[in-house]
């Protein structure tokens, strides 16, 4: 296996919340390899984004370790931390958000090139900018350099974004839902000129998301980590978790999600989950985050012991699960199964 | 479809007053919806799905008018009048016990200080229904049928409850008063797949229970694919083709439809040869002449700057569009393709 570019490390965090310790991850180990598409999927308050911030460096883990290039990043020498920090961008959910409305497009691209002291005259800096605007397909340049975000459409303000993490020529690209807040239409041309950047510049890609399709139509070649309230519960090739998903609450999700096809959908196996209600990450159930819900939950196993990411027998992926991981066929629970 | 008609819809039209003058967000759009029938209205934001169900139940925020048309309600007495000219008193009736909305966003919709019971018996009351004990027996059988634990449900406040309840919360208190039509604005957009997915069930429930008939604005293609019997298409405020729900996904005849159903991956088909619409919407003040979506078209020829024809094709299916038979033909090649695969 290659070196991770990189590395969680038994990575915890919690955040205080009215003096509570709210944990939102526990215990990640997760390795992003240079040049490859790892999918983040989950539903709301999984800890995808977190997690997400955590490999950018937004975040600090409150406990493990982050580590660049084999380095831990606390261990790292200013120039090589800086050197992590220009290599790792992220592309935030909301372009609304994230521009400054007060700042035109090319003022918003050139910052960082002046910050970074990446270029040394005005003509170099506005050449860049140029460029970095038709690598993001917003041409021809001149009609968007001077205008302002809200002059903008969605799609397109997304595209400055990603313009902008582009400015320090970055290795990885933490895509936080960078498609979800623009219309259904469009998302799909936003995701063909991540994917053409990616080729082109080498770009190794997080890409997170809570849409299972559109993260299989995103990293076909890449990989799938699914999340459940703080934890990674499966992770594998992005072929291998569509087709043949493991863990019970992969399984809940893949038969979850309605299809673009009427015949298909209508036709789909359902899963019936024991309970409807999601716990809060304030009181997460012991043992398996899942099994409350869980129509496959083994009394005195799921409820008591935490299981940990390992090889499924006849699964090529990995998945946190006991019975899957003891080679036990996954039996619907009942009340009088004890 | 022999059922009977309970909404039929003639040439509505409703404009809005902006700074920069008179805006047509809905440009004179007709469609029938028939007893028990669920219709998903689809396209993108800004296309005029909202503004077409507000004007519905004259519900249209400050500035915006309904121009003309007709919205002809038939009653289960058989008894039918124009929505429209309805007023005051009448009007009210209308609302909700003829007619409900479930508005999107459920976090916003429900009064944080008052409990869901008292929302409840608060909108029997306002109809009329004083039997506290009669409304409260419906409700906590509507519960069930949602699938919320009744009794808990029924004395919380709002913000003890998740959004997948609220929601449900606000299903059941749509069809409280029994009501032939319900619209849905987004029902399970920002919802968890999995809180989503139980909406859905629900709501497939209610219909069955109920036999209620739905119009439902989403703009996800899916939920469309599952729910619906018919799936009208809007865009720059036409319905540019409407049918029922395999012809729309199997047999497009607009390019606009073709295009939306090109631009969503499905979870089951392993390699897809997607692409978005080009461009976006066009500016609803000054819209292009003709079909509104030539400029975006990759159909579009210079007759496309005229009005297209109305074309009908299997039974319900009309779409408005030069280039119909054309794209008849490449929706069936894309269709192959992936069949093969």
């Known amino acids: 296996m290659p070196t991770p570019l990189i590395e969680l490390r038994g990575v915890h965090r919690t955040f205080k919340k009215d003096n509570q310790r709210i944990r939102v991850l526990q215990d990640i180990d997760l390795s992003v390899y240079a040049d490859e598409i790892l999918c983040l999927v989950g539903e709301s308050g999984c800890g995808k984004t977190t997690t997400g911030k955590i490999i950018a460096g937004l975040l600090d883990p409150s406990s493990g370790a982050v580590l660049y290039e084999n380095t831990p990043i606390t261990a790292l020498r200013r120039d090589e931390q800086a050197a992590y920090r220009r290599a790792v961008q992220i592309v935030h959910q909301d372009p609304f958000a994230s521009l400054n409305p007060s700042h035109t497009v090319g003022q918003i691209l050139s910052f960082p090139l002046v910050r970074h002291r990446m270029y040394k005259t005005r003509a170099e800096i506005r050449r860049r900018v140029w460029e970095l605007l038709t690598l993001v397909d917003l041409t021809p340049p001149g009609d968007v350099v001077n205008k302002f975000p809200h002059q903008l ?48 510049l080498g770009l190794t890609i997080v890409f ?22 703080g934890r990674v519960i499966e992770i594998g090739r992005t072929e291998s978790i569509i087709h043949h998903p493991a863990h019970p609450y992969t399984r809940a999700l893949i038969a979850a999600i309605p299809e673009a096809d009427p015949s298909r959908t209508r036709s789909k196996e359902r899963m019936m989950l024991r309970s409807e209600d999601i716990p809060t990450l304030t009181a997460i159930p ?11 939950f083994v009394p005195t196993v799921c409820d008591r012991h935490v299981p940990v990411l390992s090889s499924v027998p006849e699964y090529e992926q990995h998945a946190a699960c006991i019975p899957l991981a003891q080679g036990d066929r996954l039996i619907p629970y009942t009340a009088d199964s004890r | 479809m022999e059922q009977q008609i309970v909404l039929s819809v003639r040439d509505l039209a409703v404009s809005y007053v902006t700074a920069r003058g008179g ?48 919205v002809m309600y038939t009653d289960r007495a058989g008894t039918t009048t124009d929505a429209l000219t309805l007023k005051g008193e009448a009007l009210r009736r209308f609302r909700w016990a003829e007619c409900s909305m479930v508005f999107q966003a459920a976090l916003n919709s429900l009064n944080p200080v008052i409990r869901v019971r008292d929302m409840m018996l608060d909108t029997a009351r306002a109809h009329g229904e004083t039997n506290t004990a009669q409304v409260t027996k419906r409700a906590l059988e509507l519960f069930r049928m949602v699938r919320l634990d009744p009794e808990r449900v029924f004395n919380a406040y ?32 920002a919802l968890d797949i999995l809180t989503q997915r139980t909406i859905i069930d629900v709501l497939k429930t209610l219909r069955a229970e109920l036999g209620i008939s739905m119009i439902f604005i989403s703009h996800d293609l899916s939920i469309a694919a599952e729910m619906a019997d018919s799936v009208a298409t809007m865009y720059a ?17 607009h390019a606009y439809t073709l295009g939306l159903l090109n631009a969503v991956p499905r979870l089951s088909i392993e390699r897809e040869h997607l692409d978005s619409i080009p461009g976006s919407p066009p500016d609803m003040i000054s819209p292009p002449t003709g079909c509104r979506f030539h400029p975006r078209c990759a159909f579009a020829t210079a007759i496309c700057a005229t009005p297209p024809p109305v074309m009908t094709f299997e039974i319900d299916h009309i779409a408005a569009c030069h280039h119909a038979h054309q794209v008849i033909h490449a929706a069936q090649g894309l269709r192959n393709a992936h069949s093969v695969d």
């Open chain 1, 153 to 200: 459409s969605g799609g397109q303000r997304q595209r400055v974004s990603i313009a902008r993490a582009l400015t320090v020529n970055p290795r990885l690209i933490v895509a936080d839902e960078a498609v979800s807040m623009v219309d259904v239409s469009i998302r799909i041309s936003l995701l063909k000129t991540l994917q053409r950047l990616r080729e082109t």
């Open chain 1, 208 to 229: 997170i998301t809570h849409d299972l399709a559109l993260a299989k139509y995103f990293a076909w070649e890449g990989r799938i980590a699914v999340m459940y309230l």
């Open chain 1, 286 to 296: 012991p043992g398996c985050a899942f099994h409350p819900r869980c129509p496959y």
């Open chain 2, 23 to 70: 805006m047509r967000a809905v440009n004179g759009v007709s469609f029938d919806l028939h007893r028990g029938e669920t219709l998903a209205l689809i396209g993108e934001s800004g296309c005029g799905k909202s503004t077409l169900t507000l004007g519905l139940i004259g519900l249209l925020p400050r500035g915006g008018r309904v121009e003309s048309g007709h």
């Open chain 2, 158 to 189: 709002p913000h003890q409850l998740s959004g997948g309840m609220r929601q449900r919360v606000l299903i059941a208190l749509s069809v409280l008063l029994n009501p032939q039509v319900v619209l849905l604005d987004e029902p399970t957009t």
């Open chain 2, 237 to 253: 405020g036409d319905i540019v083709e409407i049918g029922r729900t395999d012809d729309m996904f199997y047999r497009p005849a």
